[in-house]
């Protein structure tokens, strides 16, 4: 319950904090909005992947693992 009344109070917060931070933004320095995502602490974002490349050899081992009915 308290998880929830937090992310709530931040939800308001951070629109109001994208309202002004776009009504001052200058297009010319940044052309992409603000969105409250981008100062809201509690958003959930996706990660970028710092995993391994996808490579056709990699492929071929996830291939035989697959076949072969391994568990990683």
């Known amino acids: 319950m308290y998880r929830g009344k937090v992310e709530d109070e931040w939800g308001r917060t951070s629109s109001a904090m994208a309202l002004f931070a776009n009504a001052n933004r200058d297009p010319k320095k940044r052309s ?41």
């Open 32 to 72: 992409k909005p603000y969105t409250p995502d981008d100062f809201n602490p509690t958003s959930v974002r996706p990660r970028q992947s710092r995993g391994t490349r996808l490579t056709s050899k990699n492929i071929d081992i996830l291939k035989v693992l697959v076949h072969n009915g391994s568990s990683v």
